[in-house]
């Protein structure tokens, strides 16, 4: 599975597969070769390519590595262009919700001339078996519904039309 890794300032694309007793990681194209040596509530105790790292988690985005602090957020990559293809949008005078990924249209929450408010639910589209929701980017009124309940959409596609 695919993730965006954020440390501090500093993104990465990672993935990570299971390796007999250990993980392989891969992050930028570098791979790394890593075994969980202990694991306890907040503790962890990881070998990385032979070398013992200390873990804890200091808080819901803040790593403890060897005395270290740092910032960090993973995001499914998935995930992420959704949440990209909203934020791209949100600044035109038209935002148009396009679809990061293709997939099957569940439903349509809203109608043509609907008025709608930022984060408000609008389509729901399944892809690699997972239900997502597409929410407005803008307050707005919606201008053009490019898709219906049970089509299929193709990555790119233009779902919604909000000015």
Do not use: C, W
Request: no cysteine.
């Amino acid at each position: 599975m695919a993730y965006i890794i954020k440390i501090e300032d500093k993104e990465f694309k990672g993935d990570i597969t299971k390796a007999g007793n250990s993980f392989k990681v891969l992050l930028d194209g570098k791979e790394f070769q890593v075994e969980f040596a202990q694991f306890d509530k907040d503790k962890l105790t990881l070998i990385i390519d032979n070398k013992p790292y200390q873990i804890f988690l200091d808080s819901d985005y803040t790593l403890n590595i060897n005395g270290e602090l740092y910032n960090f957020e993973v995001i499914d990559e998935q995930v992420a262009k959704v949440l990209k293809s909203g934020a791209e949008v949100a600044h035109k005078k038209e935002a148009i919700v396009t679809a990061p990924m293709p997939g099957l249209v569940i439903e349509v929450e809203v109608k043509e001339g609907e008025s709608v408010k930022k984060g408000q639910g609008l389509l729901i589209i399944e892809a690699m078996k997972m239900q997502n929701e597409f929410k407005s980017p803008r307050d707005g009124i919606v201008k053009k519904i490019m898709v219906q309940k049970g089509q299929t959409v193709n990555s790119k596609d233009t779902l919604i039309i909000i000015e």
